[in-house]
């Protein structure tokens, strides 16, 4: 159980600061009548809690917690600090972000703080102490919520604050100017430092900036907002040590490293936001959500995701009747212990006031409404599902150091390379054939894997190359990996660098691919594909050619080679099905139903999960019989899925 609430959780941000006081009794009664056991609040509430200095004003949550209690609803409750109020801000205006440019945001928006200042942390601790204080025995309360969605708009600060406060960083991680010179390699135009109070943070500067640098800033501006949560989340530990803390994640977000974040919370929860208006959204989504799942290896909680549209996309299309229903159950397929919302009832106004609700504008007469309250009644019925497992056989490699050095701007072979599509290039075909995914850190023991796909390691430090060829289990490695190292130089004799004995191949030159372009491979068989945007001139060292590329200069060059249990594939195959099923049959791993062309099947423990994404009925044959648990029905071999329609089969007889 991931709180102190049994079964799914169900329900969404509360905001009752932005209505009358006799609106409450009605969320509440409604809240209730839908089947909401959880509600997020107070996240914005800092101005509201404290407005003036020192002067609380508790008196407006407190009386909403009552209502709620009251009513069965608990509480995700949060810190407040997502957030500065104004009073605030204007005591102290250092407290707002400088961008690169050197511009101090000003104060109308949210999340406008600098994440380094000592003032700002101040703040934020002292009022998370207070709100533990008030609350930490209040029997509404299921867990804390810190900040909001960190990164989304403050990433990074580039005030003197945080620049002195990125050379402390740099001084714990070098010791000195010399470490950091032979880290940055700062030889190269004229960058050496004699001091580490020389060092600034990238700013903008006349041409390209040192690599090394940005990715050390990546580092850091990820390290410094994690400081920001754990000094909220040792406040709130100390006052309340048996109250569960988490903060909301953003599915795949490039600013923070979530493997470093997970560590350090009690609960993984993310937000989520498919859009309506692509029909392979859920793809991506599935693949954020196992990230979640495999980040603590555990069940998490989708605590973010809208019932309809959004206010924030250049076009907000609504989600499609079922679609709701069809994307929150998804999130349960794949570990998540309920599905929360961006929020409870619509806001009349401000940025938000087109972004759908559980309660829409129109009320109990809406669509949205109707459809709230049958997925409640849905949740319910999947009460057992809760705290469940999801056993994985294939593991994707995913690091944080290595996606950002690979994205560095101004400085490598291709700007093309988006470290995202290649994880969905192979984690797509995989979804579609119903088998289970892991995702993993590098340098992860991966002996519990049958198969091991590194999509892309451009950072590769020796102990991570180690862990690959420690893995008993088959391994594929994509290209322009084992190309630097932990200080992003270049590891001597090119690349694949510390894989080189692993993979059995040299990589002679990089071949990156015209905008447009594509390259022909004819692999082993005769069969053929084409790949974009990549390629490599390789040679084997002690490696078999399994695909070889066709046509251009590269013309009968090996594309594709294997080492023992280890392939390497030197290029971006537009469809790299034909490389994945070999080793998927070669590796033994079978997927948790066979299904038609979108239809989705998860399994948890001994629950299997069928989702239909398509507007068409589907027509499968079930794996085992069982019970669907969202209709009680008894099921058994062939049966039609409707169309955005779902089964919950608990399979007989199994464990």
């Known amino acids: 159980m991931l709180t102190r609430v049994p079964g799914l959780l169900f329900g969404g941000d509360y905001n009752p600061e932005q209505w009358p006081e006799e609106v409450w009794a009605e969320d509440v009664r409604l809240m209730r009548e839908a089947g909401i056991n959880l509600v997020t609040v107070a996240v914005f509430s800092w101005s509201r809690l404290e407005p003036r200095r020192g002067a609380y004003d508790f008196g407006w949550l407190d009386r909403v917690l009552g209502l709620l209690h009251a009513e069965g609803v608990a509480a995700d409750l949060a810190t407040a600090t997502a957030t500065p109020p104004p009073w605030l801000v204007r005591e102290h205006p250092e407290v707002m972000p400088v961008d690169a440019g050197g511009t101090r945001l000003e104060f109308g928006s949210r999340q406008g703080y600098c994440p380094s200042s000592p003032v700002w942390r101040e703040h934020t601790v002292r009022l998370a102490r207070a709100m533990a204080t008030r609350y930490g025995g209040h029997p509404a309360l299921a867990m804390w919520h810190v900040g909001n969605e960190y990164a989304d708009h403050t990433l990074e600060c580039f005030c003197p604050v945080s620049a002195a406060h990125f050379r402390r960083w740099l001084a714990a ?3 000195d100017a010399d470490g950091l010179n032979a880290a940055w390699g ?67 977000l490039h600013g923070l490293d979530y493997w470093k974040w997970a560590a350090e919370e009690d609960l993984v929860s993310d937000d989520a936001y498919p859009d309506p208006a692509d029909p392979g959204a859920h793809v991506a989504t599935a693949l954020s959500y196992d990230l979640m799942r495999s980040l603590k290896n555990r069940p998490w909680l989708l605590l973010e995701s809208a019932p309809s549209a959004v206010s924030w996309r250049e076009v907000n299309a609504p989600k499609p009747p079922g679609v709701m229903r069809l994307h929150s159950l998804q999130a349960v397929a794949h570990g998540s212990d309920g599905a929360m919302f961006f929020q409870w009832r619509q806001a009349k106004y401000g940025p938000e006031k087109f ?31 809760a705290g469940s497992a999801t056993t994985a056989e294939v593991a994707l490699v995913l690091g944080w150091d290595s996606w950002w050095g ?17 994880l969905l290039a192979w984690y797509a075909p995989l979804h579609a054939a119903g088998i289970a995914v892991d995702l993993v850190p590098p340098g992860r023991d991966l002996s519990g894997y049958r198969l091991v796909i590194a999509p892309n390691l451009y950072l590769c430090t020796e102990e991570q190359a180690a862990a690959l060829a420690a893995a008993p289990g088959r391994l594929v490695v994509g290209p322009f990996s084992g190309v630097v ?71 009968g060059r090996p594309a594709v080679v294997r080492r023992g249990r280890a392939t390497y594939v030197s290029c971006l195959l537009d469809d790299v099905t034909p490389v994945l099923r070999a080793e998927l049959a070669a590796a033994g791993v079978r997927p948790v139903a066979e299904v038609p062309p979108g239809v989705e099947a998860a399994r948890r423990g001994r629950h299997l999960f069928l989702l239909n994404h398509t507007t068409s009925p589907a027509a499968l044959t079930l794996p085992a019989p069982g019970t669907d648990l969202l209709t009680g029905r008894p099921l058994r071999g062939e049966i039609t899925l409707a169309a955005r329609d779902a089964v919950v089969l608990r399979i007989e007889g199994d464990q």
């Not at 504008?361 to 009644?377: A, Q, S």
């Not at 690979?406 to 290649?422: C, G, T, V, W």
């Open 406 to 422: 690979l994205q560095a701007p101004e400085s490598m072979p291709s700007n093309r390379l988006d470290l995202k599509k290649m």
């Open 186 to 252: 700062t030889s190269c135009w004229g960058q050496h430092y004699t001091s580490l109070d020389q060092v600034e943070p990238p700013r903008r500067a006349p041409g390209p900036l040192n690599p090394a640098q940005t990715l050390d800033w990546r580092r850091f501006c990820s390290d410094a907002l994690l400081e920001c949560f754990a000094l909220e989340r040792d406040a709130l530990r100390e006052i309340t040590p048996e109250v569960p803390v988490t903060t909301n994640f953003m599915s795949l």
């Open 355 to 385: 972004h759908s609700a559980l309660l829409p504008h129109g009320g109990t007469e809406t669509r949205t409404w109707r459809e709230t309250v049958r997925l409640g009644r849905d949740l319910r019925a999947l009460g057992e599902v």
């Open 173 to 175: 991680r070098y010791g």
């Open 485 to 555: 190292d932990a200080a992003d130089q270049v590891h001597a004799g090119g690349a694949p660098g510390p894989l080189r004995d692993l993979l059995g191949v040299a990589v002679e030159e990089f071949w990156p691919l015209p905008d447009g372009a594509r390259q022909e491979v004819v692999l082993h068989g005769g069969e053929r594909a084409t790949a974009s945007t990549w390629a490599e001139w390789i040679t084997p060292l002690d490696a078999e050619p399994l695909a070889r590329y066709a046509g251009g200069d590269l013309d």
